[in-house]
Nanobody
């Protein structure tokens, strides 16, 4: 299976910034993109952002203009730079593999990293 690990969460005041990282690895050959999601307690998990191998990015409307997803210099590792944070950004942030062509590589989640934004 693919191992996915998120890091970089923490507690900040509104208006502050954090940078999250997601790193994935596998023993077998895999090709996949990595997507960011977030979830508040008692609510459904929601899409935040994604990036593909060509660097094409997508963002949820709620984070456009504030968050930036990018590839790191490490293979199968991405960042989520979060700026101008709002209390409603408080959530556990998860990373997930998306792989249309490789079923054995798709839909693996990390355990999440918690972000708390105080007003």
């Amino acid at each position: 299976q693919v191992r996915v690990v998120e890091s970089g969460g923490g507690s900040v005041q509104a208006g502050g910034s954090l940078r999250l990282a997601c790193t994935a690895s596998s023993t077998t050959y895999c090709e996949y993109d990595l997507h960011w999601y977030r979830q508040e307690p008692g609510k459904e998990r929601e899409f935040v952002s994604s990036i593909d191998s060509d660097g094409n990015t997508k963002y949820a409307d709620s984070v456009k203009g504030r968050f930036t997803v990018s590839h790191s210099n490490v293979k199968n590792s991405i960042y989520l730079q979060m700026a101008s944070l709002k209390p409603e950004d408080t959530a556990t942030y998860y990373c997930r593999t998306v792989s249309p062509a490789y079923p054995q590589c798709r839909n693996f989640w990390g355990q999440g990293t918690q972000v708390i934004v105080s007003s």
